[in-house]
């Protein structure tokens, strides 16, 4: 375009290098009615064209969703695999420690060894109850 506003033909250069491609797009999209309207049309097409890349199911707020979803599920993958360990060393103490097992039955179920005596503290009483 001139400095007036005004579109100049391009030379005969410009539209060889061109070809009959880009001189027909450039007929077809030309400063008349229907230029404009194929204009309109293909804005159109690619406003809703990118609203169906944004919205839709396997759009990608779906896949941001689907991130953050991946990235939880990962992180409790994680904790579970650190479970699965601690689980698999308890397994293998219980199997090969017997004192391990000893211990465990005493803490859990309160055993003794014959002749043991146990005593049991109670916590300390709360001073701050008046007793009358």
């Known amino acids: 375009m001139s400095e007036t506003g005004e579109s100049r033909p391009l030379s005969s250069a410009a539209e060889a290098e061109a070809g009959p491609l880009g001189r ?69 103490h219980l199997l090969h420690d017997p004192g391990y097992v000893e211990d465990e039955a005493r803490r859990k179920f309160g055993l003794i060894r014959p002749g043991e005596t146990v005593y049991r503290l109670s916590e300390e009483p709360d001073l701050s109850e008046e007793r009358p």
């Open 24 to 92: 027909r797009l450039r007929e077809f999209f030309g400063p008349g009615l229907w230029g404009r309207l194929a204009l309109a049309f293909l804005g159109l097409s690619l406003l809703a064209g990118l609203a169906y890349l944004v919205l839709s199911a396997d759009g990608f707020i779906r896949r941001a969703e689907l991130e953050r979803e991946k990235g939880r599920l990962e992180f409790e993958n994680a904790a579970l695999r650190d479970e699965n360990q601690i689980l698999r060393q308890k397994i293998d």
